[in-house]
């Protein structure tokens, strides 16, 4: 049996190679980091160990300091040990893991895994992180023990955030060590993970390189405009708003052009090789070295200019001309029907009821993708799921072909597509001939796919390790309405999906959370988990709401929604039953504070927690600045003398509205508690997580107690936090309207206006939030900041 890994060598420290480096250091593992001596090193630097090792040294710092950020904290950086060849290369014999990640060709890579291959222990893992060398060829030559440990790595870039990991076996490679990285790049990692057959740019890019040079080869061909192309191939049809030609200049020009020639020269057979035909605007960048967003000019030049908004102009290039000029988009029909519809499966329908040349474009890159995807099984996976789960993964697609061909009906695309000329592979019509008719289907909650080896539906791997809430629709919801849905998950759980627009806290969401968790209490359930599996689990609380109320001057009906919110996260801490939050993605506002309540929250390592009220002028109102007197509270009670430096803390996250770029660092501020909450690596895995964590709970469940107990510090505390609002502003970090909201949160940590710290209760700490909240929404400078946030989607700084 392989051993649980502590240790990880990775060799390479370029973009990639700091990037596992950090994503491994994240995950909790001990990484060594050895690159290249400095070139240009002097004989005097030539005997100091920092200087020896600057390439991997600078290469570290300049993780530290990028946007996004590579590390979840940096704090886990001081897992890393930086060296080099020469001088550590013999520290690998210590490792578990050995990544390599050096320059991408063929004879460097083998002879470091000749070096490799000496020092290593035996039953040593090694990997390659190529993302296109065959893995075979690299382990041509190696003993035995090296090729039954080896296989490929591949990681997509950067390794933090993309989701994709692609495992490639050799022939030689262990069954273990596949069963291996498959389950510890998914538990451990975070990572989707997906098994690869040793074929030409394995799946994802195999397949996403088609799509893309597809894309490109439509676009000249109809004569639509790049940034039409982006906008029709963006987030309108479940992708990622770079679209086509953005997303090319993201990666690089030469990058984009080595790759599609890779596939020329690698796929001799490939039916559909037209399509990887290097167009003569794309040769035109080339030969101009134009590349992107590196050189600054690509398919876009953004220019010092600035429109009437104050934004950058941003010029296109016409295809034809091969000159840059002002961007416009073409009005296509299709455009405006696909910005009215909320759900993507009637999107991709709508694509296929249209007509104007936009709606072309979609439909052929569409049709040809399935026709593509159906020649490639067994080729380069024996399953549609996995080449399904490496699109959405590794290039951020809602949907992966067959997901999306399931959408538009496999039978009517099937007959578009060779009407148009496409082959799709026996195997497809054989399907639809038995009768069935999609890739997917659903049967009690567990999701299946049809696997084309044995003619059969079968259960997708996992199962209750991934809760899909997709997988539960055809059963008849324990409770609904406008906003929410709520599942029976299993095993006496309940789940309470949000499904307003960005999952926006409405009044639906707040009766939603309030009769659920009645339901729970007077039904003999076990628990209930408050989880969806969105891109992001909620903004927070729906500013037009509390816009309106305001504008008009309702004031007794804001007190009464305040009042309602907070209540609402009250009964989320003193049910009956245990409610466990399973977060991703945005966990804004008033989302922060229902995770606050929760008796546990699975948090995936990708949440981004944080009270952002501040921003739009009013202060946590729904029991977020109440809850964090109460946790200063026990801080102060367990850590003795720090009350005022604690406190001084805590009050600058509310007040500078600090949002927590993982859930890791979520702790560091504040917003979730190592004796209650815990890191999910996995998304996908967040609900399942949160649903064991409901069972464990459930056992011997202790409704808790009001407090009433919670110590303040009145105006000692007042009085240094004054002074802290005050030094923010004079060093420009705040506006007069930022104090005024600083004071008043200021005013609620503190318990108000006490002439000495003394206890008080929770409902006391809400009455006094509630009103400070009320009294910022009579703000002229609040309304403002509200209007330009709901206008603009970003905050005001009035």
Not at 408 to 413: D, E, F, L, R, T
Not at 591 to 600: I, K, L, Q, R, T
Request: hydrophobic fraction near 40%; proline fraction near 4%; charge should be negative.
């Amino acid at each position: 049996m392989l051993k649980r890994i502590h240790k990880v060598a990775v060799l390479g420290s370029g973009l990639m190679g700091t990037g596992i480096a950090a994503h491994l250091a994240g995950c909790g593992l001990e990484v060594l980091m050895l690159d290249i001596l400095p070139p240009d090193l002097s004989e005097a630097d030539a005997k100091k160990p920092a200087a020896r090792n600057r390439i991997g040294n600078n290469a570290l710092q300049t993780a530290l300091k990028a946007k996004p950020a590579p590390f979840f904290d940096n704090n886990f950086a001081s897992r890393i040990t930086v060296g080099n060849f020469e001088d550590d290369l013999s520290k690998i014999a210590d490792a578990d893991w050995i990544v390599e990640v050096v320059v991408e060709r063929l004879d460097v890579k083998k002879q470091v895994f000749e070096k490799i291959d000496k020092l290593r222990r035996k039953g040593t893992l090694v990997t390659s992180n190529t993302s296109g060398i065959p893995i075979h060829l690299m382990a041509e030559g190696r003993s035995e023990d090296f090729r039954a440990h080896f296989c490929g790595t591949h990681f997509f870039n950067p390794a933090r955030y993309m989701r994709l990991l692609e495992i490639i076996p050799t022939a030689d490679t262990s069954a273990e060590v596949v069963d291996f990285f498959m389950h510890f790049g998914d538990k451990i990692l975070g990572k989707q993970t997906v098994l690869c057959k040793d074929t030409p740019a394995f799946i994802a890019n195999r397949v996403g390189v088609y799509a893309m040079a597809k894309i490109f080869q439509l676009t000249h061909e109809l004569g639509l405009g790049i940034d039409t192309v982006d906008a029709l191939t963006g987030p309108a049809i479940g992708r990622p708003k770079t679209g086509t030609f953005r997303l090319a200049d993201l990666v690089g020009m030469d990058t984009a052009v080595h790759v599609i020639n890779g596939m020329r020269e690698n796929c001799p057979n490939d039916e559909q090789i037209g399509a990887f035909d290097v167009p003569k605007y794309l040769k035109f960048l080339i030969d101009n070295k134009f590349y992107g967003n590196k050189s600054g000019k690509g398919f876009y030049q953004k220019t010092a200019e600035k429109d009437a908004k104050g934004r950058p102009v941003v010029l296109a290039l016409n295809l034809e001309t091969l000159e840059y000029g002002v961007s416009q988009k073409e009005k296509l029909p299709v455009l405006d029907t696909l910005k009215q519809i909320d759900e993507l499966p009637q999107r991709i329908r709508a694509v296929f009821k249209s007509t104007d040349k936009g709606a072309e474009l979609l439909q052929r890159s569409f049709l040809g993708l399935f026709a593509y995807v159906s020649n490639r099984v067994p080729e380069i996976s024996d399953t549609p799921y996995a080449i399904d789960d490496a699109l959405r993964a590794g290039f951020a697609w809602d949907a992966g072909p067959f997901e999306y061909w399931d959408m538009a009906g496999v039978q009517a695309c099937t007959e578009a597509a060779e009407a148009r000329g496409e082959t799709i592979a026996p195997w497809v019509k054989e399907m639809v001939a038995s009768g069935h008719t999609t890739f997917y289907r659903s049967q009690n909650g567990v999701r299946q796919y049809y696997d084309p080896r044995t003619k059969t539906y079968q259960n997708l791997p996992g199962g209750a390790d991934f809760i899909v809430l997709n997988a539960y629709r055809e059963q008849k919801p324990v409770y609904e309405n406008s906003e929410v849905v709520l599942h029976d998950i299993g095993d006496g759980v309940l789940c309470l999906e949000f499904r307003s627009k960005m999952n926006a806290i409405g009044e639906g969401i707040l009766r939603g959370i309030n009769d659920s968790i009645q339901i729970a209490e007077e039904q003999g359930w076990k628990g209930l988990v408050i989880g969806n599996n969105a891109q992001h689990f909620t903004v927070g609380a729906n500013l037009m709401m509390i816009a309106m109320m305001a504008y008009q001057q309702e004031w007794d009906e804001l007190n009464q929604a305040i009042s309602i919110f907070q209540n609402t996260s009250m009964r989320l801490r003193y049910s009956s039953v245990p409610v466990v939050m399973a977060t991703q993605g945005y966990v804004f506002g008033g989302g922060c504070e229902f995770s606050m309540h929760a008796d546990a929250v699975m948090a995936a390592a990708e949440s981004y927690i944080g009270l952002v009220e501040v921003g739009v002028g009013l202060i946590p109102g729904g029991g977020g600045t109440k809850e964090f007197a109460v946790r200063l509270s026990d801080e102060i009670s367990r850590e003795g003398d720090v009350q005022i430096p604690r406190l001084i803390d805590r009050f600058k996250t509310i007040a500078t509205a600090q949002v927590a770029t993982s859930a890791h660092e979520a702790f560091n501020f504040g917003y979730l508690k190592h004796e209650k909450d815990h890191v999910v690596p996995n998304t996908a895995r967040n609900i399942a997580e949160a649903k064991s964590k409901v069972l464990e709970l459930a056992d011997g469940y202790v409704q808790p107690i009001q407090r009433k107990d919670v110590y303040v510090l009145g105006r000692t505390g007042l009085g240094a936090l004054y002074i802290a609002a005050h030094t923010l502003q004079l060093g420009n970090y705040a506006s007069e309207h930022d104090i005024k909201i600083a004071k008043k949160v200021a005013y609620v940590l503190c318990g108000g206006d006490l002439t000495s710290g003394q206890t008080v209760s929770e409902q006391y700490l809400l009455d006094i939030e509630r009103e400070a909240f009320l009294s910022l929404c009579g703000e002229q400078k609040t309304l403002e900041r509200i209007q330009f946030m709901l206008e603009n989607g970003k905050p005001l700084r009035n």
